[in-house]
């Protein structure tokens, strides 16, 4: 068992993350910028949340915000049940964050990097356990390597590890996989899924939305700074109400069934035939029923969900 500087006795907080109201304005050279435009969001504690968003949807601000790395213009976020503007050292102690820029000094080695950051968060020599994340990420053989020498996918591993020296419960990774090849990218899910299932925490932005489908038990989507949905991944693919029948039949079909006009199937090459349904509304069975009604032999059949990226382009791409 991993020891924590932060007090995880019961009772334990209902959120690691709660934002109430929270805006942000950027005043930029250009003219002031609303970043966030009001966001009130709970992340439950334990659970593998994706944040999800387009380019400038506002995601990393809100991010730097709960890290202490950017003001918020107004609103409130408590950490682990702690108040960001009345308890900041107690609530920067319950998160890591791995931020979306892969900025490190280059002659510091991993070893040093980590000890660096155990200093700074008042981790004692005795309970560091540099070895045992560099091992965890895969490092532990770039331990006295300068980090200018790591390659990018290493440099974010590395990231991963400086943010989890003081055993954060709250883990924040910021498009953790931007530009990491698919094999890295495995290996970091797996490292971050193991502490999930441990109790931590994890919050995660990213592009790859069926990386976010996979791994998240609950997904935000953010755009133009404001929420525009926030449930379990299971209850926002079950949204658009809408699923695919592929049949593939026994013989050619040249033409549509009069009988079965109504329900607007698709003729695919390979004697295929697509239907697509609402799930609420018609059950499978009454399908089936109406294309055997209609004297077609079904040789195969099998469904397609809605995935994320169908919500996604649903949720943001209106104006
Ligand atoms: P995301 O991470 O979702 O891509 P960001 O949070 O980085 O979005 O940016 C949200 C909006 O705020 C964008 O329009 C961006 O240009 C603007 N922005 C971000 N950082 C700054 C800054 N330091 N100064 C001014 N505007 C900023
Ligand atoms: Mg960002």
Redesign the pocket.
Known sequence: MVQTLIDTTPPLPANAVQAEGLIKV?K?RGGP?K?LDGISLAIPRGSFFGLL?P????????INILAGLVMKTEGRVAIWGRDLDRQPRAAKAAIGVVPQELNLDPFFTPRELLDVQAGMYGVPRAERRTMEILEAVGLADKADSYARTLSGGMRRRLLVAKAMVHTPPVLILDEPTAGVDIQLRQSLWTYVRELNRTGTTIVL?THYLEEAEELCDRIAIINHGTLVACDTTRALLGRLDSKSLILTLDGDLTEIPAALEPLAPELRPDRQMVIRYKPSAMPVAAILEAVRGAGLGIADLSTEETDLEDIFLQLTTRQ
């Open positions: 950027y930029g910028k970043a968003g380019n400038g949807a506002g995601k990393s601000t809100f932005t």
